[in-house]
């Protein structure tokens, strides 16, 4: 079996390459002197790289398992607090899910049976968790009625679903302003103004984007379990968000005082007193675990993915061709040594969607109380918020795809990559390619049918505890919530399948010419830039 020292001089005995020879720099890495050839330039890789990365291994004609492929010099589990406090963090989760369903059950009679006549006038009631199955149906069907589109019309998907999402944002807008919503209008017109400014922008290099989504598909379709991966994923988002939906509601039954003190679920079991405070604590610690528990169920997808890609990138053009076990070997992978690493991840963009969220929600009430200077200054914060979340976003999907194969602390991974993709010029090609951005566009789009469907039900039932729309901004900002990460969980795979390439071809662009040259070419035509940004 050959042992290879590194992504940037990984030539293959097996395919008749013979590996350059090396000569020591200042940093103490091995420099790579390549073999002439066509359009080949010296590349620059990060200090130490050819000391660190390990390309997969040949092994002849004979298959081989994912741990094989992408061996760990030494098995560690990296960044164990993360994955200690995300353990902890769940079973918060759940100890106050339990008290607060043993409230809503000990006094289901107070909350009703069903949409109407709810004897409880002052919190959310089954009225609300009504609407949120509904939510949870919505998600589910649109968000795989979209991951469908994506297979049935790769060609077509990103017009699609620009066209689909401005045009539903101004209708959502103009539908808000027709029902007096000024605060919910206002934020859909300035998203529909961006979105147009945006895809007008994103024209040009629809072509190139087609091309990845394109052998993204291809490879989903041939290799690995990825629309399976999409399908239970999908799956576990929904039954998360019902479990969240409900405990949300529980916690405002059990919690939350009426307005005659007499709230029989306050002394209902155990759990302490209703307050105020007690409720706005504990929605936010419910809100905090939800985001956080959904990331890591989002980024664990990525990674496994990421495996799965990996796997062809590197190892589907040689004789042993993709490892046995592909999908397998990444999740096992992802749940032990890489756990606490996507854990940490996740709740860099846990914390900052939470912010986000209460910002959002903080917006909604001021503009609903007529303040609209507040209103205002709120939504340029949560802009400021939104692009925060976007930049460690788009760190953490290629530092994720590093993680998958090499088993790296998630700091180092985030760092490594970073740097390896500028000196390869691959950041060129991610800023050009619109399958993140086209994604995140869908998603919102579901999430915004979410939103739109709990402020017409709200409208429509007309339940009492929201007399005067007190609790509307909260409970559209929970539907938009649930929407949102249902649908970004569900489009996970494909992202990945891009970024993960992306990654690979930093890792060793040789590969990606000479074993996947009908990829290679299709970039170059339509994205000339190609030959110049990859060797750069």
Not at 227 to 243: E, K, P, Y
Not at 359 to 364: C, G, L
């Amino acid at each position: 079996m050959a042992q290879h020292r590194g992504a940037a001089d990984s030539y293959y005995n097996d395919s008749g390459l013979q590996q350059s020879q090396q000569q020591p720099n200042g940093n103490g890495y091995q420099q790579p002197h390549y073999p002439p050839g066509p359009d080949l330039k010296a590349q620059q890789p990060p200090p130490n790289y050819g000391q660190e990365y390990q390309m997969p291994q040949t092994a002849g004609d004979g298959k081989q398992t994912f741990d094989q492929a992408f061996k760990l010099d030494k098995p560690k589990y990296n960044d164990l607090w993360a994955g200690i406090l995300l353990i902890l963090t769940f079973l918060g989760f759940v100890a106050v899910s339990g008290l607060s369903l043993q409230g809503y059950a000990s006094n289901k009679s107070l909350s009703g049976g069903g949409i109407y006549h709810a004897p409880n006038d002052f919190s959310l009631n089954t009225n609300t968790i009504v609407l949120f199955a509904f939510i949870l149906l919505v998600a589910l069907v649109f968000s795989w009625a979209y991951f469908t589109a994506a297979r049935a019309f790769t060609k077509q998907f990103i017009w699609i679903t620009g066209i689909l999402h401005i045009a539903f944002g101004i209708g959502t807008c103009i539908y808000y302003f027709y029902r007096h919503y000024y605060s919910a209008a206002v934020v859909f017109a300035l998203f529909s103004v961006f979105s147009i400014i945006c895809f007008i922008s994103w024209i040009p290099r629809i072509p190139f984007s087609v091309v990845m989504l394109q052998q993204t598909m291809d490879v989903a379709k041939s290799f690995g379990h990825v629309f399976l991966v999409s399908a239970i994923g999908g799956i576990v988002s929904v039954a998360f968000g019902a479990w969240f939906s409900v405990t949300l509601v529980a916690i405002y039954v059990k919690y939350e005082p009426s307005g005659g003190g007499t709230n029989p679920a306050c002394s209902a079991g155990s759990g302490g007193t209703c307050s105020s405070a007690k409720v706005i604590g504990l929605i936010v610690f419910v809100t905090f675990a939800g985001y956080w528990i959904t990331e890591w169920i989002k980024n664990t997808i990525h990674s496994v993915i990421a495996g799965v890609y990996g796997s062809w990138f590197f190892c589907a053009g040689k004789p042993g061709g993709m490892p046995s076990g592909a999908t397998r070997g990444a999740f096992r992978r992802s749940m032990t040594y890489s756990f606490g690493s996507i854990s940490f991840g996740s709740l860099v963009v846990a914390l900052i969607n939470m912010l986000r969220q209460a910002v959002s929600i903080a917006q909604q009430q001021e503009a609903a109380d007529g303040n609209i200077v507040a209103s205002m200054a709120f939504c340029c914060l949560g802009c400021i918020i939104s692009l925060l979340n976007w930049a460690v976003q788009f760190i953490n999907r290629y530092a994720f795809s590093h993680i998958a194969l090499y088993g790296k602390a998630y700091i180092p991974a985030a760092k490594d990559t970073w740097t390896m993709m500028k000196n390869r010029g691959i950041d060129a090609l991610i800023n050009d390619c619109l399958i993140s951005p086209v994604l995140t566009m869908g998603s919102t789009f579901v999430a915004y049918l979410c939103t739109l469907l709990a402020f017409l039900y709200l409208e429509f039932t007309k339940p009492e505890y929201n007399e005067g729309g007190k609790f509307t901004p909260v409970v559209m900002a929970f539907a938009f919530l649930i929407g949102l990460q249902v649908c970004q969980i569900f489009m996970t795979p494909i992202g990945s399948g891009v970024d993960t390439i992306f990654v690979a071809s930093a890792w060793d662009p040789e590969v990606l010419m000479r074993d996947h040259p009908d990829l290679y070419q299709r970039m170059v035509q339509v994205y000339p830039k190609v030959q110049q940004a990859i060797h750069a």
